[in-house]
């Protein structure tokens, strides 16, 4: 039996896809300093298999979306699903830091499949405020992920050991194959209108890329995303071996953050109607301003308590949530038949901007929070600036409207 599109179990399925990513993020967090000390790594070459996750998962980027528009969402979505399990298994399995760095790099790639085949489902059936909202109560669901998954991360080191999140992982993974593999139909009924060769793809990016206002989303999106995964990359450090809390801790206060994020986005969906899109990115984009502005000061004046800055990064997350769900909605909405390419391009972008961070943090971790607070305050800041400065933003917020 097929879902339909704007079910709710369509919702469900697609809201699932789309949290593989945060999930095989999250969920391994709390055993970074144990991997290191498992596999005998330094800091810096754990944090490489966050940085090379995401590399895998920016290359699957410009990958599947482009494919999908040329030959359907559900052979791509299914190959992604299907790399991601093998890659997985090789995660769990991994006797030594350079292998575990090589699999996370394929298993990044596998895992961008699902992510970016979602939100072009979405856009087939939807646009303008419409894909924003159905984005949003994706978003919501998805956020149920980033919660549970540190806190389950957490009780499996401290029951079973590193490896056994990447075996949850793989269980996920299997689940979520299962039931695309029944359920979901293919939803592209353009496939075929945009060329297969290299020269199609890489027109399509070029039209898209071409675009002023879509250029702008990108920018704000990758920034948007440098500050976020400057807490995901740094928080298991700086929580644990900076505030010494212990892996189940850890989880829980993680979880304060990851449930910012779902309020945020169940919160957008109703506000929406009211603010539009333009409103809903100027909402989101002050309270990550004020949130950057709120952690220097809490960590200035109290070092050594850890809700000096996880309050103003839930906050941070609150912010983010209004703004993404508007970001994607805006930005894909003009691309109709291009709507895989304009995915894939913004993902791309989103997530070279996060492994270029893991990588420079990873180098520069200490035995202070200020790497992390000083990276989510630029990209808080620069943000802000794109918005306020940037007109083609505004006219293309309103045209989606």
């Known amino acids: 039996m097929e879902l339909k599109p704007g079910t709710i179990g369509m919702t469900i399925l697609l809201a699932s896809m789309t949290a593989i990513g945060p999930v095989t993020m999250d969920i391994y967090l709390a055993s970074l300093p144990h991997i290191g000390t498992a596999l005998n790594a330094p800091t810096a070459s754990v944090q490489l298999t966050l940085s090379f996750y995401l590399v895998g998962f920016a290359i699957g980027q410009i ?22 399990l093998i890659t997985t298994a090789a995660c769990a399995a991994a006797s030594s830091i350079d292998l575990l760095i090589v699999a996370r790099l394929f298993q990044g790639l596998g895992a961008a499949g699902p992510i970016i085949i979602a939100r072009a489902i979405v856009r087939d059936f939807h646009s303008g405020s419409e894909a924003a909202r159905q984005l949003g109560t994706m978003s919501a669901i998805m956020g149920i ?13 401290a029951a079973f050991g590193w490896r056994a999140s990447f075996i949850a992982m793989g269980s996920i993974g299997a689940l979520l194959t299962i039931v695309a593999l029944i359920f979901l139909p293919e939803t592209n009924s353009r496939k075929g209108q945009v060329g297969f060769s290299p020269k199609a793809i890489i027109g399509s990016f070029v039209v898209v890329g071409g675009d002023a206002s879509y250029r702008s989303y990108l920018a704000m999106l990758a920034f948007s995303y440098c500050g976020v995964f400057a807490f995901l990359s740094s928080s298991s450090h700086v929580l644990q071996d900076v505030f010494h809390q212990t892996s189940v801790e850890f989880g829980f206060t993680y979880a304060i953050c990851s449930s910012s994020y779902i309020i945020g986005n169940a919160l957008g969906t109703r506000l929406v109607p009211k603010l539009r899109l333009e409103g809903m990115l100027r909402l989101g984009a002050t309270l990550m301003l004020a949130a950057a502005a709120l952690q220097v000061i809490g960590h200035l004046l109290f070092p050594t308590h850890y809700l000096a800055i996880i309050i103003p990064d839930a906050i941070f997350f609150l912010g983010c949530a209004f703004m993404v769900p508007q970001i994607m909605a805006a930005a894909l909405t003009p691309f109709g038949e291009r709507a895989g390419a304009a995915s894939s391009l913004m993902g791309f972008a989103q997530m070279t901007s996060a492994a270029l961070v893991g990588s420079a943090l990873g180098a520069m971790l200490d035995a202070s929070a200020w790497p992390m607070i000083i990276t989510m305050s630029i990209g808080a800041m620069v943000v802000f600036v794109i918005l306020t400065t940037t007109t083609s933003i505004r006219k293309a917020a309103r045209a989606a409207q």
């Open 63 to 84: 990958i599947y979306g482009p494919l999908s528009d040329s030959i359907g969402r559900r052979p791509m979505l299914l190959t992604g699903f299907f790399l991601y």
């Open 145 to 157: 992920a980033p919660i549970g998954a540190p806190v389950l991360g957490g009780f499996l080191q």
